[in-house]
Structures are given as structure tokens and as C-alpha cells.
């Protein structure tokens, strides 16, 4: 296959029903060839309506879809050279493993010997070798996702979508099948455009991230930095692990890198600032602290000056295993937590009612757009 040849560009899609309404509106994006993509949004930001578009199951009403540098509109998926892995499987009830696989080479009329050939290879690469007599109702449900995987991947198509993939299979399954799309994804080489409303399975999977709300993209990059990076209140609330609040801009510190904000009834904190990025003074903005980055200590404790502290009293806890989940006084509005390390929570515990101060460096905390 040649080099590029899985890479997607969306140029202006834009997706109506009703010619007033728009599911899609005005997209604009990049995907590399051979990445890893996850569209990640609530219910109704348009992420499936943007892959059946790719996928050729729908028409933009307007923009150009191209792969490979193709525009793709108006062909069918046979076409494009995609597949698409639905998040029922829709496997053949009364098909083996085998035959399931074989079947779209079936369908394109390969002869029987050679098509047989190729679902046993792609059987070894989704070792499923010991299950390939086996029917789909004698499967468990990671078994008939690598299946499904499989028997899409097996008509070599450039780009792989799927569709809320992980959804229909319990926790401790859904993280193995993660590590599995992950490899399989790595060892055919090819591009993969995954829809998920679960933020973990994006991050973890994920090469890029696309954070979609009401038709549009309001963030994409790479994992790490749309999750420790977010652009905004949205992105940063909807990926999690962030304390998002607002504060008034007291002073811009011209030269320092710096401005002074004051959260609601609190004493000032220092956030760092782009230059040429301040906001005016007297503005409100919106901050952005990562729950991980937050230190609880106790009112008595000497607190070094470099530090932004916030006080206020524990409401609950909530042990997580590796850390416990200590929820806070709200800043404003805004519920205020801190993510304390297992060990270091219980060295020195704190009880729901206790005064705690929440401490973190100074730039770490983010000014959002």
C-alpha cells in the first residue's frame, strides 16, 4: 500500500437534515495516515454522522472528503477502500469464525481456496487460531469483537472506523480490548478513526484527539496535550481530571509572565500567561488547575511562598486505589478537588469537615481561552 495513502482531510464538511439544522458544521481537520484518531463527545456532537461520512454510509451536505488526497464524496465504500466495525459486530449467527472473516471477500467474489488462505492469516493476527470453528454464540464478547476487527480488516482497506467499538463490554474488558485495537492497529499499519464518548478510552488510545460539541471541533491534537492542555472551560471539564474556575484579573504582571487572578471570596494566586496573552485587568477568566497537581496540606503546615493555596474544608472522600479522591469547598460556583496519592493521603489523613489548604505550583495552573 502506498505511503499516505489512509490519510484523511475533512475541508468544510458540513451535515444537515433538514436544511436549517446542523449536525455538522463546518469542519476543518487532518488525520495522518496510519494514525489513530478518536472522535470524542457527548451524544449529538456529531462524531458518528462524521464517520459514516468518511465511511461513505452518508453524503456531506457541502465540503469534501478526502483520502489519500482523493475526494471521496459520492463513492461508495468499496470505493474508498474503507471498513467500518459496528458496535453490535453484526456477525453471521449461523457463519464460523472462519467464514465470518471470509465473508466480504466472499462477497467480491474471490475464489474459495484463496479467500479461506486469507482469513486464516488474519485469524493467527487476532489469534483467534483455536476459535475458528467456532460459531459466534460460542464466543465471548472480546472474542466477537476481534472477530468483527477482523473481518473488516481482512479486505486491506486504508482507513478502519469504528463505532463506539468498546461500549457493549464490561470495565475489566474493556481495558484489555483497548491494549488489543492498540496492537492490531500497530501491526496492520493503516489508519484508524475511532467514535467514543468515554474520554479514558480516547486518551488511552489515541494518537490524536478530536473534542467535539454541537457540530463543531472545539480541540484537537495529540492526547497528552489536549487532556494536560485544554483550550477551554469545555475541553477541560469534558476530558476530566481538571479543577475548572473562574476568577477576577487583579493585576497582568507586565514582563513577569504572570497574571493575578481572585477567586471568589479567596485571597489572589499567580497563573502563568503567554506574552502578549494577558487578559485586561478587571476581566473575568477562567482557570484551569489539573486535579493530579494539587497538594492538600494542613492549616498549621508552613506553606512555601512559591506556592498558589486556596483553604477550605473537606465535604467528602472518595478512596480510587492509587489515590483518594478529596473533594473540597467549591471555588465559586465551580466544585473544587484534589486527586492525593494513596500513600500520602493516608500518612497524614484527613477526615470529611477538616480545614485543608490546597497547594500547587504556581505554573501549573492554565488560563483558558
Excluded at 143 to 157: K, M, S
Amino acid at each position: 500500500m502506498a505511503k499516505g495513502r489512509g490519510e484523511i482531510e475533512l475541508a468544510g464538511i458540513v451535515k444537515s437534515y433538514d436544511g436549517v439544522t446542523r449536525a455538522v458544521d463546518g469542519i476543518n481537520l487532518k488525520i495522518p495516515d496510519g494514525a489513530y484518531c478518536c472522535f470524542l463527545g457527548p451524544s449529538g456532537c456529531g462524531k458518528t454522522t462524521i464517520l459514516r461520512m468518511i465511511a461513505g454510509h452518508e453524503d456531506p451536505t457541502d465540503g469534501e472528503i478526502l483520502i489519500g488526497g482523493e475526494d471521496v464524496v459520492g463513492l461508495a465504500p468499496v470505493e474508498r477502500r474503507t471498513a467500518m466495525m459496528f458496535q453490535s459486530y453484526a456477525l453471521f449467527p449461523h457463519l464460523t469464525v472462519r467464514d465470518n472473516i471470509a465473508f466480504a471477500l466472499r462477497v467480491r467474489g474471490m475464489a474459495k481456496a484463496e479467500r479461506l488462505k486469507a482469513a486464516d492469516a488474519m485469524i493467527e493476527k487476532v489469534k483467534l487460531g483455536e476459535l475458528a470453528d467456532r460459531l459466534p454464540n460460542q464466543l465471548s464478547g472480546g472474542q466477537q469483537q476481534r472477530v468483527a476487527l477482523a473481518r473488516a480488516a481482512i479486505t486491506e482497506p486504508r482507513v478502519l472506523l469504528l463505532d463506539e467499538p468498546l461500549s457493549a463490554l464490561d470495565e475489566q474488558l474493556r481495558v484489555q480490548m483497548r491494549a488489543e485495537l492498540r496492537r492490531m492497529q500497530q501491526d496492520l499499519g493503516i489508519t484508524f478513526v475511532h467514535v467514543t464518548h468515554t474520554q479514558q478510552e480516547a486518551i488511552a488510545l489515541a494518537d490524536m484527539v478530536v473534542v467535539m460539541e454541537k457540530g463543531h471541533i472545539r480541540q484537537a491534537g495529540p492526547a497528552r496535550d489536549v487532556y494536560a492542555f485544554p483550550k477551554d472551560r469545555y475541553v477541560a471539564e469534558f476530558l476530566g481530571g481538571q479543577n475548572v474556575f473562574t476568577a477576577k484579573v487583579e493585576a497582568t504582571g507586565a514582563g513577569e509572565g504572570f497574571v493575578t487572578v481572585r477567586p471568589p471570596d479567596l485571597q489572589p494566586i499567580r497563573v502563568p500567561v503567554a506574552p502578549g496573552r494577558a487578559p485586561d485587568a478587571g476581566s473575568l477568566a477562567d482557570i484551569a488547575v489539573r486535579r493530579d497537581d494539587v497538594a492538600l496540606l494542613k492549616p498549621s503546615e508552613s506553606v512555601d511562598p512559591a506556592l498558589s493555596t486556596l483553604p477550605g474544608r473537606v465535604r467528602a472522600l472518595e478512596y480510587q486505589g492509587s489515590f483518594v479522591k478529596v473533594m473540597l469547598d467549591p471555588v465559586g460556583r465551580d466544585e473544587f478537588i484534589a486527586y492525593v496519592p494513596e500513600r500520602t493521603f493516608f500518612a497524614t489523613p484527613f477526615q470529611v469537615g477538616d480545614l485543608a489548604v490546597a497547594a500547587w505550583q504556581a505554573g501549573h495552573a492554565r488560563l483558558l481561552a
